[in-house]
C-alpha cells in the first residue's frame, strides 16, 4: 500500500514539474488594421417604383428578371376619370379658339358695332361743325346748336367705349384660349400618368401589385435597379467611422461564397447616423465582382484602415486592461499601434526577446 502512494507521488510531482506556463516571445511580421462590418449586396440605383395617380391595375407590362429601358411601360393603371376630364378639356379649348376666332366670334359683333357707330359718328360730328360754323355767324338757334353737339359727344363717348370694350374682351378671349390650352395639356399628362414607365435602364427585381388590384400613390408597385453594378453597403460603428474614408480598400466575402474574398473600394460614406442602430452606411464598389450577385445577398466585410511592414506585434489574447501584459518581471505597461483582429503592434515597453504570459492561463 505505501509503495503504491510512493509510485502516485512520484507521477503527480513528475506531471507538476513537467508543466510549464504559457508563455510566448512577441514576434515580428507584416500588419493591417480594418474596420469589420456587416455587409449587404443591393444593385445601384435600386429604387421603388410609385403611381402618380390612383386607379385599379389594368396589365403588368414586364415580370421579375426583365430588362428594361429608361422610360419603357412597367405597368398599366385603369381610370376612366381622366379621359372624360381630356375630352372635356378639349371641348372648352375649342369652344374658346372659335369664340377667339371663329367665324361667330365675340370680337367680330363688337366689330360690327363699331363700324355703326363710327358711321354715326362722323355724321354727328359733320352735322355738329356745320351748326357750329351757323352759329359762328349768328345763322340758326341756339337749340338746334345744343342738339347737334349733344348728338357729336354722345357719339364719341359710344364709339370709345365700344373699342375699350373690345380690347378687353379681345385680351379676354386670348387669356380663355391660353387656360383652356393649359387645362387640356394638363389633362393629357394625367391621362400618360396612368402607365408607370422606368426612370432607369436596368432591371425589374420585384412586382409587388397583381392585375386587377386597388392602387394608391402610397404603395410601392415595383423595384428597378441596375442590372450590371451592385454596391456594396456596409454598416460601421460609430466609434470607428471616423477612420473611414474614400478609396481605401475593402476585403468582403459573402454567405453565398463560401471561402472565396473579394476586394473593392469605398465609394461613398453617407453622413447620417442610424440612431436605432448607431451606426453609419458606407458604400463601396466591387474591384471584380462575382459572376452572379442578388438583392440582399449578405456577408462580411474588413474596411482596411492602414498597414506597416516588419513591425513587433503580440496576440490581442495577451493584453491586460487593453495595454499591459505579464512578464517575468511583473506585469507592464506598453504602447500600442496598429491592432488586427488577432495582433497589435507593440511600440514600447518590451522587446522582442521579452516572454510575455497568457492572463487568461491558470
Known amino acids: 500500500m505505501a509503495k503504491q502512494i510512493l509510485v502516485l507521488l512520484i507521477v503527480t510531482l513528475s506531471y507538476s514539474c513537467s508543466k510549464t506556463p504559457d508563455k510566448i516571445l512577441p514576434v515580428k511580421r507584416n500588419l493591417t488594421e480594418s474596420v469589420y462590418t456587416s455587409v449587404t449586396i443591393q444593385p445601384d440605383s435600386l429604387y421603388k417604383v410609385y403611381a402618380a395617380v390612383a386607379g385599379i391595375l389594368e396589365k403588368n407590362l414586364v415580370v421579375e428578371g426583365d430588362k428594361v429601358s429608361k422610360n419603357e411601360a412597367l405597368i398599366q393603371i385603369i381610370n376612366n376619370t381622366p379621359k372624360l376630364n381630356t375630352q372635356n378639356a378639349k371641348l372648352s379649348l375649342e369652344l374658346a379658339k372659335e369664340n377667339y376666332k371663329g367665324s361667330a366670334a365675340i370680337l367680330s359683333e363688337i366689330k360690327d358695332e363699331i363700324v355703326a ?55 379676354e378671349l386670348q387669356i380663355a384660349v391660353k387656360q383652356a390650352e393649359n387645362n387640356y395639356k394638363t389633362s393629357l399628362i394625367a391621362t400618360r400618368d396612368f402607365t408607370v414607365k422606368s ?122 486592461d487593453d495595454n499591459k501584459v505579464m512578464t517575468d518581471d511583473g506585469i507592464i505597461t506598453i504602447t500600442i499601434g496598429l491592432q488586427s483582429m488577432e495582433f497589435v503592434e507593440v511600440l514600447s515597453g518590451i522587446k522582442e526577446s521579452t516572454y510575455i504570459y497568457n492572463p487568461n492561463n491558470d
Open 199 to 320: 426612370k432607369i435602364n436596368g432591371k425589374v427585381y420585384a412586382l409587388y401589385k397583381n392585375q386587377g388590384e386597388v392602387i394608391t400613390i402610397i404603395d410601392p408597385l415595383a423595384a428597378v435597379g441596375s442590372e450590371s453594378v451592385f454596391i456594396i453597403e456596409m454598416l460601421v460603428d460609430e466609434v470607428d467611422i471616423v477612420r473611414v474614408s474614400i478609396n481605401q480598400k475593402v476585403l468582403i466575402s459573402l454567405d453565398a461564397y463560401n471561402g472565396k474574398v473579394f476586394t473593392g473600394k469605398v465609394s461613398k460614406i453617407l453622413p447620417k447616423k442610424d440612431e436605432r442602430t448607431q451606426t453609419f452606411k458606407v458604400e463601396a464598389l466591387f474591384d471584380e465582382a462575382p459572376k452572379t450577385l442578388y438583392p440582399g445577398l449578405s456577408g462580411e466585410a474588413n474596411i482596411l484602415i492602414a498597414s506597416k511592414d516588419n513591425v513587433l506585434t503580440i496576440p490581442k489574447e495577451y493584453l491586460i
Open 117 to 171: 357707330v363710327t358711321l354715326k359718328y362722323k355724321n354727328d360730328s359733320i352735322n355738329f361743325f356745320r351748326q357750329k360754323n351757323l352759329w359762328d355767324q349768328n345763322i340758326g338757334s341756339k337749340v338746334e346748336y345744343d342738339t347737334k353737339k349733344l348728338n357729336y359727344e354722345l357719339s364719341l363717348n359710344n364709339l370709345q367705349l365700344l373699342q375699350s370694350k373690345y380690347n378687353r374682351t379681345e385680351n
